[in-house]
DNA sequence: TTGTACGCGTTATCAA
DNA sequence: TTGATAACGCGTACAA
């Protein structure tokens, strides 16, 4: 591989004009900048962004910490960010962690050794020592999961109010026995959404109960198994809200297995909005999360930090939306079998 | 930020001395360790990897470019990538293309600047002058892409075999007219596929028609208005076979649409075996691929050429597997309104 | 426009 | 055997 000491030597100047040339600084004529091109060609010479990085302290590569990228959440995320990080020269490094805050904190510590100029961090679970990492100069966002004590930049929605607005359309709908699937306890987003439902059901005066209150892993496979369960309790609720689509997926099937229908004998209401809950033959009511625009303001947020243009924490909520389908039984006024497949 | 030279002055020795104990090598006194290794935590030392891949010229970084992360193809070969990256040490820098060759090429460009160690290429388009990177220090694994001329390693699937699998085991079920909706024509698999389509047809002495041929590209719309076409075209068919099964999605949706029932009207079977296929309101008879394992395997293949140990390209093809559900009408024994939900 | 020091680890050479 | 010194990887920035 060619070198820009080869280049220099080819066009018969002085490495430093050659990076001068490249990097659109001034003082370098018309001339010479030609030569430097014609030999940059010539020797078909890339310049090594490690060398360059070094020096300049700016690697131009940001980590994404995500819980995992098969889950139909994750996706939308990453490409909002990536789409915007490519817009302002950034590269993005995938990272796994399964929720595992040993995973994620071996991955935040490699990130930081190979000195990426920024973190964006959606993974579930909480970590708590996350404080540690204010005095580094790598700056932190968070999408959609509490931030540590010391303030570092958020992207999010506001659980709390879109949870409360699901449950009270299902209130609206004339339920009163409204199950809550909700996520794991350490979970922020899912404990705000469990507030957002108990608000709504004060606020409507349904007495809450624990009964009807089951604890998924945001997996389709624990929507199956808490339907089952709250088919056997009692009583048995007339209406479900999930703290994610894919736990109303799942519970949708345990209904389907079940002979249960959806929504004549049982409302549902996710939270999310994947791309699955639109098909036709699912239509799963559901809370919009707009999440390729928090990937991307992530990276707004980041940016703006890393060329120092804000010092000050700032967090963002987006706006959600009720996005009413089947499932909930609003827009139903069909009778048995009328549906037209399956 | 301390550096290895604070660390070296704090424990009393030389920095190169500090190099030699992180990495292990021997000639460096158990006494000395442990003073480097206190040192180290006391300063919070983290090795700066920018400089050692400098030195090293290994950046221990992939880079993984496939069309778009939303779509429910990539999540797994990605998560398979990225798991076995890092069991070998390797982090991933995630490149949506969108199928454009161009910022396909660009990101090649941006990933090779950066020392990239291997890059693994699944865009669904085919890039002509790949050819010129044979001679770079730096493998390329194809995951279900055509490799061009030059021999690059290539993980994939027999594309023929398993298409006309899924359309033969629709001859099988007593179905002639078989439409097609395939990908776009420049798509190495979607001809594959094709050829695979005419293949069964041909054996079963079935006539081919190009009415019954719907070019899609690959996308949930492109498949509800191939099957809208097919709908108003003539002959109507009695079955499909989708190129994947995001446009059987869309096909179906249209049939929905159109009070045409899947599978009593119409069989569909799809490819890919997304997970989507699997609900129970969904059910779609489809080809499965096994990205998890493809995307771990392009790793496996990159490795061995990093490290040296294998100069000759290899080709991996992986089993697929027929997927029988409800969409292709094999295990339909029910009668109208039957079904529990929807 | 150029020489040169620099960014920060690593490795080859050399000394003890 | 153990450790230090210095050159090196490759671009960039500053003084000249």
Same mark, same amino acid.
């Given at each position: 591989m060619a070198k820009?000491?080869d280049?220099?030597?080819l066009?018969?100047?002085?490495?430093?004009?050659?990076s001068?040339?490249l990097?659109?600084?001034?003082y370098v004529? +018309?001339?010479?900048?030609?030569?430097? *091109?014609?030999a940059?060609?010539?020797?078909?010479?890339?310049?090594?962004?490690? +060398?360059?990085s070094?020096?300049n %302290?700016?690697t131009h590569?940001?980590?994404l910490?995500? @819980?995992?990228i098969t889950?139909p959440?994750?996706?939308?995320i990453?490409r909002?960010?990536?789409?915007?990080?490519?817009?302002?020269?950034?590269? #993005?490094?995938?990272c796994?962690t399964?929720a595992?805050p040993l995973?994620?904190?071996n991955?935040i510590?490699?990130?930081?050794?190979?000195q990426?100029? &920024?973190?964006?961090l959606t993974?579930v679970?909480?970590?708590d020592d996350?404080d540690? *990492?204010t005095?580094?100069n790598c700056?932190?966002?968070?999408?959609?999961?509490k931030?540590?004590l010391?303030?570092?930049d958020?992207? &999010?929605i506001?659980?709390?109010a @879109?949870a409360?607005m699901?449950?009270?359309?299902?209130?609206?709908?004339g339920?009163r026995?409204i199950?809550?699937?909700?996520?794991e306890? +350490?979970s922020?987003a899912s404990?705000?959404?469990?507030? &957002? *439902?108990?608000?709504?059901?004060?606020?409507?005066g349904?007495?809450?109960? =624990?009964?009807?209150?089951?604890?998924g892993y945001?997996?389709?496979?624990s929507?199956?198994?808490?339907?089952?369960?709250?088919?056997?309790?009692?009583?048995?609720?007339?209406?479900?809200?999930c703290?994610n689509?894919?736990?109303?997926?799942?519970?949708? =099937?345990?209904?389907?297995?079940?002979k249960?229908?959806?929504p004549?004998?049982l409302?549902?209401?996710g939270? =999310?909005?994947?791309w699955?809950? @639109?098909? %036709?033959n #699912?239509?799963?009511?559901?809370v919009?999360?707009?999440r390729?625009?928090?990937?991307?303001?992530? #990276?707004?947020?980041?940016?703006?930090?890393?060329i120092g243009?804000?010092?000050?924490?700032?967090?963002?909520i987006l706006?959600?939306?009720?996005?009413?389908?089947?499932t909930?039984?609003?827009n139903?006024?069909?009778?048995?079998g009328?549906?037209p497949?399956l």
């Amino acid at each position: 591989m060619a070198k820009i000491k080869d280049v220099a030597k080819l066009a018969g100047v002085s490495p430093a004009c050659v990076s001068l040339a490249l990097n659109g600084k001034p003082y370098v004529s +018309a001339k010479t900048k030609k030569r430097i *091109y014609n030999a940059i060609e010539q020797l078909n010479y890339r310049p090594n962004i490690i +060398a360059r990085s070094l020096r300049n %302290k700016k690697t131009h590569t940001i980590g994404l910490v995500l @819980s995992d990228i098969t889950n139909p959440f994750f996706p939308e995320i990453a490409r909002g960010v990536e789409t915007k990080a490519r817009e302002y020269g950034f590269n #993005v490094i995938l990272c796994n962690t399964d929720a595992d805050p040993l995973l994620e904190k071996n991955y935040i510590e490699v990130l930081l050794a190979k000195q990426v100029d &920024g973190l964006i961090l959606t993974s579930v679970r909480i970590m708590d020592d996350l404080d540690k *990492y204010t005095k580094e100069n790598c700056p932190l966002v968070f999408i959609n999961r509490k931030p540590p004590l010391s303030d570092f930049d958020f992207v &999010g929605i506001d659980n709390v109010a @879109s949870a409360k607005m699901a449950v009270e359309h299902l209130i609206k709908l004339g339920h009163r026995k409204i199950a809550l699937i909700r996520g794991e306890p +350490a979970s922020w987003a899912s404990f705000s959404r469990y507030e &957002g *439902y108990r608000m709504a059901l004060k606020e409507a005066g349904i007495p809450y109960s =624990d009964n009807l209150v089951k604890i998924g892993y945001l997996r389709y496979e624990s929507g199956y198994r808490a339907m089952e369960s709250l088919l056997k309790g009692s009583p048995i609720p007339t209406a479900i809200f999930c703290a994610n689509d894919i736990m109303a997926l799942g519970a949708i =099937d345990a209904c389907v297995d079940r002979k249960v229908k959806v929504p004549q004998d049982l409302a549902i209401v996710g939270f =999310d909005d994947i791309w699955v809950a @639109s098909l %036709k033959n #699912v239509q799963l009511t559901t809370v919009h999360q707009p999440r390729y625009e928090m990937g991307a303001k992530a #990276v707004e947020l980041m940016v703006e930090r890393i060329i120092g243009k804000r010092k000050k924490t700032k967090r963002v909520i987006l706006p959600t939306k009720l996005v009413i389908r089947r499932t909930c039984g609003a827009n139903f006024k069909i009778s048995r079998g009328k549906w037209p497949n399956l």
